[in-house]
């Protein structure tokens, strides 16, 4: 960590108008936000008041027409996360959100403009953290997410608030301390369950599951995962706010299936993963191989080495074409865990094509491929 790194990042404080000129400040700045930062600004949106929205005197006049726009392009984007990776899409994304802050600062509008365009920027800033964290730039993804926050605070919108806090619980959980992810899981739960849909409850829920998985809180974990598939079951499509459209029940099974194999339950995560992604389409690739590899991990749990083997070369050979970090994390851990079985010919050969997919990606990169040290879980 340089010195530029360790300066103190300063919290943007509750304004009397929309945070525009703070939301652009934030976003522009490269450097990483400290974990404090990140846990006292998921405190201060259920502590503190939205802003009032004053009609500005200047600027060129913007309708709700643009709100709508923004949240349109912001769900075409989404959908073409669900077949591209985060290396593809991040740099799109974030020039969106970018320009689009940009526009609305300068603008004038009413107050129901204000509040729409404040939630649509929030949901382009959970996009551009989603794609971000993908592609491996997590302090990135981080700031995107807080600042989604404050717009979604700002918008009056709880459901949408949490759901980018979650996603950054979600990304903790993966790469940073699983006691701050419970902290920042538990603290979007708390801050949307009153006006959040039953679906939005339930992607919460799974997400604080998680993060108890993560922290080896077998127990909670098990618990919350029953009240998502309660909360789950009460949801109704047609209700639910369109940045949930992805969310269904195979999802829910594979998201119970991951927390299980993080417990060490390998024999019911097999039946979950297997039922779900066999009917899940080759089309959504980053996805499926994700998933893939937490069936690989199941299998080898359950000391099927040949299927843990087999099923990993489909997840490498799947997710081969996507521009996807996370995936790439998933292949190098799978690759730590079979390494002691290559005596096995199917786990020689994942062995064999998961380096050649490795050199080549770290070839692009011109850095030489990290030496398979360690076996945490991804």
């Not at 039953?198 to 997400?207: D, F, I, K, N, Y």
Request: aromatic share 6%.
């Amino acid at each position: 960590m340089t010195r530029r790194d360790r300066q103190p990042i300063t919290v943007i404080p509750g304004a009397a108008t929309v945070p525009w000129e703070h939301l652009s400040q934030f976003f522009a700045d490269e450097r990483a936000v400290s974990a404090e930062t990140v846990l006292r600004l998921s405190c201060d949106w259920r502590t503190t008041d939205p802003p009032q929205i004053q009609q500005p005197a200047t600027g060129r006049r913007v309708g709700l027409h643009m709100a709508r726009t923004t949240t349109e392009r912001t769900d075409a984007l989404r959908r073409m996360d669900d077949f591209l990776g985060g290396g593809d899409l991040h740099d799109l994304v974030r020039r969106e959100l970018r320009a689009t802050v940009e526009v609305v600062r300068d603008a004038s509008y009413s107050e129901q403009t204000g509040r729409a365009l404040l939630a649509a920027v929030g949901e382009l800033a959970q996009l551009a953290g989603w794609v971000t964290s993908d592609h491996g730039l997590h302090a990135a993804a981080s700031r995107y997410y807080l600042g989604g926050v404050i717009a979604a605070h700002a918008a009056r919108d709880a459901p949408l608030a949490g759901n980018l806090l979650s996603s950054l619980a979600y990304q903790v959980a993966n790469v940073g301390d699983p006691r701050d992810a419970v902290l920042l899981a538990s603290t979007a739960f708390r801050g949307a369950q009153a006006t959040a849909t039953h679906a939005t409850r339930a992607v919460l829920l799974e997400r604080l599951a998680w993060a108890n998985a993560r922290l080896g809180d077998h127990q909670m974990t098990i618990r919350l995962l029953g009240e998502v598939d309660e909360v789950f079951a009460s949801s109704t499509p047609v209700n639910e706010p369109q940045w949930l459209y992805w969310l269904n029940r195979d999802e829910i099974d594979i998201m119970a299936g991951r927390c299980l194999v993080q417990l060490r339950a390998p024999r019911r995560a097999v039946e979950l993963l297997t039922a779900a992604l066999d009917r899940y389409d080759d089309a959504h690739a980053r996805e499926k191989s994700l998933y893939l590899s937490w069936l690989a991990e199941a299998h080898l749990h359950d000391r099927n080495v040949e299927a843990s083997a087999d099923v990993a070369l489909r997840a490498l050979r799947l997710g081969a074409s996507v521009a996807s970090s996370q995936s790439l994390d998933r292949i190098r851990h799978l690759r730590c865990l079979l390494r002691p079985h290559r005596d096995n010919k199917t786990a020689a050969a994942f062995d064999a094509e998961s380096s050649a997919v490795l050199r080549a990606e770290h070839g692009k990169r011109d850095t030489p491929p990290p030496a398979p040290v360690g076996c945490g879980c991804r």
